[in-house]
């Protein structure tokens, strides 16, 4: 078999559902997988330390391509060795194109056939970015799995307008390849790993758009696939559109994804969606909701969210989450994350953060045992039904 970036092998199935191991030039991760997202090369109020202990173990964290090509910049990055000996984390990374933040830019950006220009959300200078500079970027940053640079549509896109958008994106996926082939046969990723029996090049991940179009989203995928990717990604949901429109994308297309390909959900999502998603047969997903939420008090637990602000929590001296075996709940009760939040300590955040990072990682480590014992179904029924049963 020739050498490919990655190795990706389903052992295990129970419906649509699966559970499998993608091996990267980083070492190996059992999916479904949670995915941390790192924006500017740091998961928010997390040491790598604990993102590396046993009870968190995140085999693979996300970086921003748009928020560090700004700041620091990129021949910072290269001139420290690359992203991953920047940031002192030696297992694997994805960085995201740059399209989706450039996208949520707005008015701010103009987009032409070439590329998106726009305004630094930094300093206010003029940037451009396209399928050429967000590869040159990504190999610099030297990350082991590289988003091809895609345009997205608003969720409720009209048709026309999503055709041209998804066109676009087709054309910026084969500029994105040609570039990415380019910058590896000239050995300029910084992140290269010899001697593994993978080639030790990054992987490319083509991303599937038009919007809530479903004839859109099959000549997305088609055109995605006839150009080639190591992997594909759903894109351009979360993005404003009812919650069903989204499951229904994901419905149609996961199941016509190619089934030797890790497959990716981008940007989501809760808990539910997550085992949503692995219904639907998708292998891979990153959200910020964890550490964002973990920052703003609250907390994901296996009983549903708990608000660190509520006053019925000022004496309780139960853990976050009876059910968690994280560090933090080993430790702290309620009332002292309560009262750190309300005193307005960092150490509320970091806290928080980590037991929401360890209650969606562990979440999707349950994931996978029920898939390879082939009880997902009724693993996601008790599961959803816990958390609706609201915490006390
Ligand atoms: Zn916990």
Redesign the pocket.
Same mark, same amino acid.
């Given at each position: 078999m020739p050498k490919s970036p990655i190795n990706f092998q389903v052992n295990a199935g129970d419906g649509q559902a699966r559970a499998g191991v993608l091996r990267t030039r980083r070492g190996e991760l059992e999916t479904p997988v949670f995915m941390p997202v790192g924006t500017v090369g740091s998961v928010k109020a997390t040491r790598f330390e604990q993102l590396e202990a046993n009870d968190l173990d995140a085999r693979i964290i996300l970086g921003n391509t748009y928020h560090l090509w700004l700041r620091p910049g990129i021949e910072t990055i290269r001139a420290c060795g690359g992203l991953h000996k920047f940031i002192g984390w030696d297992r694997a990374l994805l960085t995201d194109s740059g399209g989706f933040q450039v996208w949520s830019l707005g008015d701010l950006r103009k987009i032409s056939e070439e590329g998106t220009e726009f305004r630094s959300h930094v300093d206010g200078s003029r940037q451009f970015l396209s399928p050429e500079v967000s590869m040159d970027i990504q190999a610099a940053l030297g990350s082991d799995i590289v988003m091809v640079f895609d345009e997205c549509a608003p969720g409720q896109a009209p048709s026309n307008e999503a055709r041209q958008s998804m066109e676009l994106t087709a054309r910026w996926a084969s500029r994105s390849r040609q570039r990415f082939d380019v910058l590896q046969s000239e050995g300029l990723d910084t992140g290269r790993v010899e001697g593994t029996t993978l080639t030790g090049a990054q992987a490319l991940f083509g991303i599937v758009q038009g919007a809530s179009h479903m004839d859109l989203r099959r000549e997305s995928l088609n055109r995605t696939v006839d150009i080639g990717f190591d992997g594909y990604a759903i894109g351009g949901l979360s993005v404003g559109e009812e919650k069903s429109v989204m499951w229904e994308v994901v419905g149609e297309i996961g199941p016509l994804m190619p089934v030797d390909r890790p497959r990716y959900l981008m940007g989501v999502g809760t808990p539910e969606d997550l085992l949503a998603g692995v219904a639907l047969g998708v292998d891979m997903f990153d959200c910020v909701l964890p550490t964002r939420n973990g920052r703003t008090g609250q907390a994901f637990t296996s009983r549903g969210k708990v608000n660190i602000k509520n006053s019925q929590w000022t004496t309780d001296t139960r853990?976050?989450?009876e059910a &968690?075996h &994280?560090s933090? &709940?080993q430790r702290h009760s309620r009332a002292y994350l309560r009262h750190l939040y309300m005193s307005g300590e960092m150490l509320a955040g970091i806290l928080l953060t980590h037991?929401n990072l360890?209650?969606f990682l562990d979440t999707m480590r349950r994931v996978r045992q029920s898939i390879r014992s082939g009880k997902f179904t009724q693993f996601r029924q008790e599961f959803t039904d816990m958390v609706n049963s609201g915490a006390d």
């Open positions: 853990p976050l989450d &968690c &994280c933090v &709940c037991h360890a209650f």
